[in-house]
């Protein structure tokens, strides 16, 4: 693979619910290591957007693909494995589960004990299992979440159901990571906090992300590049610099708060 | 790591299984158990095997489906066919009805796992009905008449069943494949994008449940002499999914216990089946009303135990090997 | 060929019942999403009202019909206002589980009350004489059954489409919580829709007693389930769906017992739902719908 290779390359994709454009012609490029924003009135088809790349929907135009290789058509667990991970927009979280467990889950994949080692108790079972528990704990301190392994998710206050959604997506251990509005329902604060969480992982794994975001401060505040969706189409991309100087932008956002 | 106190606690339960099975052989073959006691202890075994496979597919993975009967139904036929037409030895049949039961699952499980909710509900429920009326037609098996089966099951093949029922499913509920199936139940889309297959794993609880519903029927049939399709309607599955309700679903020791429970009522009950049938219905609605999590909602009787000695009680690992 | 025709008027017969019964599944499950379990039960206590009507108080056939519809009506109310509706913002599995509760206490409640004895349906109380049609005897029951359930399902688009309360309906099956914003009494719209589903299955009874004669108190569980069936075939919450939907698996089943295989009718049913929820899931009328993630 050419060593120019993007990490991800969206090429004129775009899908179609009956007649209802709902993405369409999306050209899109992340390198390695980019913290990118994806921003847009409401229901411009960001989060579509994001379900195009993580197998939800299957484009009904153009292609996307991962470090060169093609991702239409496969499904959400396999583009998970092949290293794209996300969160949502509205908090998904095994609710009923442990905080441990539920990072526990995103290391699936990795596990290589099989059902019948399991069921048997085989010594691969048990060796495992607490490889997979020590990495959690260990991951989940990261994440200043080690004091709560074992208290349902549920019962988590919505700041740390936030962070622990983070922490499982980023327990998957992709190579892209997609943030849904990661600071929806947050006060400023925990905002801030977030963001430098963000920062703070994206170093130290390595780590492209592409976010979604409402909030324009914060997308301008962090972000290298920002694409700008409106109505289902890019309409502008470029540094936080050019986007609040264009006026397409500007338009797209006039009759919402331009905050 | 815990797993060292959790395999004493295994252990210690296997023990304890063994010196009670043991037990229960010395009352049965010095008669103090009379032959009414031996059929209800049999009945009680029988459905604790149904509610635990049962449990897999809707307590863990969350998949409602309400046709268990019809893998009952497949594995009292197969096995039946084993031993009354083949000549087969016991242990082969209960094999057999298990794999026959497991095939089924296969074939059903494939397509109508990608439905949800009620869809499931009802297709599952359709599969059962079809098995009845498939049943039904066969002459070979006796059609409507039934088929004779001889008395085969015996206390030491129940109780070997049961504790391998429960040992392979708490084995395989407390391990990452069993967590999959947590993470379906509890958003499917969410453990999709975690990587998890999820079809793969509705299917494989499918398969394992289906499985030991089958080892049931061979139980079952080798036990009642005779085997007719009526039996194995879906007021069949509905018992079946009364357990699991009651107990509480994603609770084994919670179904364990309404299985044990329900039996024992309902043999009491026996001579007055329909006052049977408006208890059971209005303890079903009344606990939706008022206790929809079930006995045990979804946590382990030992959870309860050991909340007194722990401030963490009620934490999941709690029921980790539990035998019950 | 007189043979087809024959059969085929027989399945269009048992497929209105099939429909009548089906309209109030979908629509309750159009409303509440809630698969009414319950429902085949009021189509069998439907059957009994107008049994006893006719016996004991010696009413003709239509005074029956309209006493069985407007106790199952009540009935019906009355089953959503104990059960159901506590549950409404209960889990799928929940409601699920009430409404199979409430179907396993109907039937048994009955057979406790009167015990598990069919009874049979007096004969003569339909025109029993035959019409010939182009060399087709067509008999006068059955051509009773098609012109009353006919008229109920016309008088039910029209409920629909020209009433208020129809208007309501629709409004709350779309979204009820933009409706209660719109002033809608949700609750009186549920009501009002399990009183109407409830008549229909009430008058689906009393027909199918005066057409198969023998009712008893477990009668409605497989005439339930089919009629679920043809709901999901139609495509659910659709009522013209429902209607086709009936029709449809009540002719099926009619060629499935006139090319010999009588004994597996009861399980072709089954069979065509699970290959329309597999093949087409929405029901032959419906839309596909994505769970919004």
């Not at chain 1, 969706?229 to 797209?252: F, S, Y």
């Not at chain 2, 095997?49 to 998949?63: D, F, K, P, R």
């Not at chain 2, 009651?246 to 044990?260: D, E, H, N, Q, T």
């Not at chain 3, 089906?22 to 409303?31: F, K, P, R």
């Amino acid at each position: 693979m050419a060593a120019n290779t993007p990490l991800l390359k969206v090429d004129h994709a775009g899908i179609q619910f009956g007649g209802l454009k709902a993405v369409s012609d999306v050209n899109l490029e992340l390198q390695k290591g980019e913290l990118v924003g994806l921003i847009g009135p409401n229901g411009a088809g960001k989060t579509t957007f994001f379900n195009l790349l993580t197998g939800v929907y299957v484009p009904t135009e153009g292609s996307i693909s991962l470090e060169g290789d093609k991702l239409r058509g496969l499904a959400p667990h396999k583009i998970t494995k092949k290293g794209i991970s996300r969160t949502f927009q509205n908090i998904r979280l095994f609710s009923d589960l442990t905080v441990l467990d539920n990072v526990k889950i995103a290391y699936h994949s990795l596990a290589k004990h099989s059902i019948f080692s399991s069921i048997f108790r085989l010594p691969s079972h048990f060796s495992g299992e607490r490889e997979m528990e020590e990495k959690a704990i260990e991951f989940l301190k990261i994440f200043k979440l080690d004091d709560v392994l074992y208290e349902q998710a549920r019962n988590l206050p919505y700041g740390q159901q936030r962070r622990l959604e983070i922490a499982r997506a980023l327990a998957a251990s992709p190579k892209l990571l997609l943030l849904d509005e990661p600071a929806a329902g947050m006060n400023p604060q925990e905002t801030e906090e977030l963001m430098n969480l963000i920062g703070l992982i994206r170093e130290q794994f390595n780590l492209t992300i592409l976010l979604i975001e409402h909030d324009m401060n914060l997308v301008m505040g962090v972000c290298e590049r920002i694409y700008v969706l409106d109505h289902g189409q890019l309409i502008a991309q470029g540094t936080p610099e050019q986007i609040r100087n264009n006026p397409k932008v500007i338009e797209a956002y006039l009759g919402e708060e331009v905050s | 790591m815990k797993s060292g106190k959790h395999l004493k606690g295994f252990w210690l339960s296997i023990v304890l299984a063994v010196i009670f099975s043991v037990v229960v052989q010395f009352l049965i073959s010095g008669g103090t158990l009379n032959p009414f006691y031996v059929n209800t202890l049999f009945s009680i075994c029988i459905n604790i095997i149904l509610a635990v496979s049962l449990h897999l597919i809707i307590g863990i993975t969350g998949q409602f489906s309400i046709g268990h009967a019809g893998f009952l139904a497949i594995g009292a036929y197969a096995s039946a066919i084993m031993t009354m037409k083949l000549g087969l030895p016991f242990p082969a049949a209960i094999l057999a009805a298990g794999i026959a039961a497991a095939a089924a699952g296969v074939i059903i499980g494939i397509p109508t796992l990608r439905l949800r909710g009620d869809y499931l509900a009802i297709a599952t429920l359709g599969f059962g009905e079809i098995m009845r009326i498939v049943f039904l037609n066969i002459e070979y098996v006796g059609g409507a008449s039934g088929m004779t089966v001889s008395h085969l099951t015996t206390w030491p093949w129940v109780i070997t069943c049961v504790l391998i029922t429960i040992i392979v499913i708490a084995n395989f509920t407390n391990s990452t494949h069993g967590r999959a199936c947590l993470s379906i139940r509890e958003n499917e889309i969410a453990a999709d994008a975690m990587g998890i297959n999820t079809t793969y794993y509705k299917v494989m609880a499918f398969i394992i449940g289906a499985f030991f519903a089958g080892v049931a029927g061979a139980l079952h049939a080798h036990n009642f002499y005779i085997i007719q399709p009526p039996n194995f309607g879906f007021l069949k599955s509905f018992d079946i999914l009364i357990f699991v309700v009651i107990g509480g679903l994603g609770s084994m020791s919670g179904s364990v216990i309404a299985a044990i429970l329900l039996t024992i009522i309902s043999t009491f009950l026996s001579n007055y089946p329909e006052v049977r049938m408006i208890i059971y219905s209005l303890v079903l609605v009344v606990m939706m009303l008022f206790r929809p999590q079930g006995l045990l909602g979804t946590k382990e009787i030992t959870a309860f135990l050991k909340m007194g000695k722990s401030a963490k009680g009620g934490s999941k690992d709690g029921g980790k090997h539990t035998v019950a | 060929m007189e043979q087809f025709i024959q059969q085929l008027v027989n399945g269009i017969s048992l497929g209105s019942i099939y429909a009548l019964i089906a309209l109030g599944y979908t629509m309750v499950y159009g409303i509440v999403k809630l698969i009414n379990f319950a429902h085949g039960d009021v189509f069998m206590v439907g059957a009994f009202i107008g049994f006893y009507s006719i016996t004991f108080f010696h009413l003709g056939l239509f005074p029956a019909l309209l006493i069985s519809m407007t106790a199952c009506a009540i009935f019906g109310v009355l089953i959503e206002r104990i059960a159901y509706k506590p549950l409404r913002n209960a889990t799928r599995i929940a409601a699920l589980i009430t409404a199979i509760g409430v179907s396993l206490f109907i039937e048994y409640g009955t057979i406790y009350i009167r015990g598990a004895q069919p009874e049979a349906y007096p004969s003569g109380i339909a025109p029993l004489k035959s019409i010939e049609i182009f060399g087709v005897k067509i008999s006068g029951q059955s051509l009773l059954i098609l012109a009353v359930s006919f008229f109920l399902m016309i008088v039910l688009q029209f409920i629909v489409h020209k009433t208020k309360i129809g208007k309501a309906m629709r409004a709350v099956s779309h979204d009820m919580d933009a409706a209660k914003l719109m002033g809608i009494n949700v609750n009186n719209t549920i009501s009002a829709t399990f009183a109407i589903g409830s008549a229909l299955a009430g008058a689906a009874g009393v027909i199918f007693g005066m057409y198969y004669t023998k009712i008893e108190p477990l009668m409605g569980i497989i005439p339930g389930l089919k009629a679920f069936v043809a709901a999901v075939l139609g495509g659910i919450g659709i009522i013209p769906g429902a209607m086709a939907g009936g029709l449809l698996l009540g002719v099926i089943e009619a060629l499935v017992s006139a090319a010999g295989f009588s004994l597996w009718r009861d399980g072709v049913a089954f069979v065509v739902l699970i290959l329309i929820l597999i093949f087409r899931p929405a029901g032959l009328f419906g839309k596909n719908v994505r769970e919004k993630v």
